[in-house]
């Protein structure tokens, strides 16, 4: 796998918009074309990236607005990581996995010329599928215990049967148990 490139398994024509494109029509060119994110071109020069997330937010965050006002490039990240077409696909992984990304833009003499992904890697190497897959449960695991400390934080939980008399009630987490309050004041 060493001696594969990313200029082998890149996907040459990414979608690209221009900097000025609003995010109306970013949202529908996703959609269309069935895509998470595009490129932000200017004469071949990369100068931004936009994704459903970035949308979503400017929804949320800047409602006032209108979507068909805001421009591509207003809303794109300022740093953008890529890769070379020479680099070996287990440098684009490596990249990938450091940086918790699922693609990256291929610039050669500071052009846009391509973009590789996780899936253009699956697709031309499916070994590699388990090496992803560890990536996606350490991710996973990672937000199941965020949620986990967040719950144990959480002094005052749903309504349910306590865990020392057995009584329907609202149940608080006190040493590891979920307890009624009178049960609660009793120790």
Known sequence: MKRIVVAD??????FIVKPD??????????VRKRVGSLLIVNKKKLIGFISEKDILWALIKK??????KIKAIDISPRKIATIKPLNTIDEAMKKMKKLKLE?????????????????????????????LE?????REETEKL???????DKKLSQEGICEECGNQNILYRSEGMLICDSCRNSK
């Open 9 to 14: 398994v890149m996907t040459r024509e990414p």
């Open 21 to 30: 494109t609003s995010l109306l029509d970013c949202a529908k060119q996703m």
């Open 63 to 68: 409602s006032k607005s209108d979507l068909s």
């Open 103 to 131: 693609k990256l833009p291929v610039i050669h003499d500071n052009s846009l010329v391509g973009i590789i992904t996780t899936k253009d890697i699956l697709n031309f190497h499916p070994e590699v599928y388990q090496e």
């Open 134 to 138: 560890e990536f996606t449960q350490i």
């Open 146 to 152: 965020k949620r986990v400390k967040k719950a144990r």
